[in-house]
């Protein structure tokens, strides 16, 4: 996988920077984004040059679309300058906010912010990025298991993923034409600072997602980042148009 570039919005913590990390271990160059943490955008970078990898964080908000014009520019001049390149191979739609909520106390605020980040931020940033995406390319829309299976209190982000997983197939089928390949990656219940870090630091929450899991633990995150560099690599070149769970078999 040498030689080849990544983009993945969300890079600076969690499954975006573990993703990064074991893309970048495999020779991919990255661009990440960030959104407002430089620390920890810095701290990705010199994990990623440790590994001898090449690197360059840029700052974006996926929830506000009036800005993809600029980042694209940004993209443009990055692969150019500092790749040598004029196309970049891989996409990972990552960066996402969480809203917990029952259907009942769901806010049309909540349900805003999580339509701007994770369908129509991710539908539009992919869009004017089309240009740049090598043909033969490879595009990941990061989903999540509650699209499966239903607790109270993710029904608004849930359906924001399940819109994500039908947009998937679609995208697929319009860009199998240019050899791209676009799957959804759905991930259970994983130990991360997203949501407030509830099933990382809460030992109640970790023991009931254990004890519903098939594999006996909650995810880590490089459970989901070795799951991307798989999707990525050469055993995922027949793989499109699919929903793949990476969850440990919650709730089998």
């Known amino acids: 996988m040498s030689n080849k570039i990544a983009i993945i919005t969300g890079a600076s913590r969690g499954l975006g920077k ?16 960030y959104h407002s ?3 920890e955008a810095q701290n990705v970078i010199a994990e990623i040059e440790a590994l001898g990898g090449r690197v360059k964080m840029l700052q974006l908000d996926v929830g506000d679309s009036s800005r993809f014009e600029g980042f694209v520019g940004q993209v443009a001049a990055v692969l150019s300058a500092f790749f040598k390149a004029d196309r970049f ?10 809203a917990r909520a029952s259907f009942a106390e769901t806010t049309e605020a909540q349900f805003d ?5 994770h369908l129509k931020g991710s539908f539009f940033l992919t869009q004017k990025l089309l240009p740049l995406i090598a043909d033969g390319g490879r595009i990941i829309n990061i989903s999540s298991g509650l ?4 607790p109270v ?10 819109a994500v997983e039908v947009w998937t197939r679609y995208l697929a089928n319009e860009l199998g034409p240019r050899g791209i390949n676009v799957n959804s990656l759905a991930p259970g219940a994983i130990a991360t600072d997203f949501g ?14 254990a004890a519903n899991t098939a594999l006996g633990r909650a995810g880590q995150p490089d459970d989901i980042g070795a799951a991307v560099a798989m999707l990525l690599g050469d055993g995922g070149k027949w793989i ?13």
């Open 147 to 150: 699209t499966r299976f239903s």
């Open 153 to 162: 209190g993710y029904v608004a982000y849930a359906a924001m993923k399940g």
């Open 240 to 252: 499109t148009a699919q929903r793949i769970e990476a969850s440990g078999g919650m709730f089998v």
């Open 89 to 98: 191979d891989f996409l990972v739609n990552n960066a996402g906010v969480a």
């Open 18 to 33: 573990s993703a990064a990390l074991h893309l970048a271990a495999q020779g991919v160059d990255i661009i990440g984004t």
């Open 113 to 117: 912010q999580l339509v701007n980040v």
């Open 37 to 39: 943490n430089v620390a």
């Open 196 to 209: 407030g870090g509830t099933v990382r630091d809460n030992p109640d929450v970790n023991a009931w997602v």
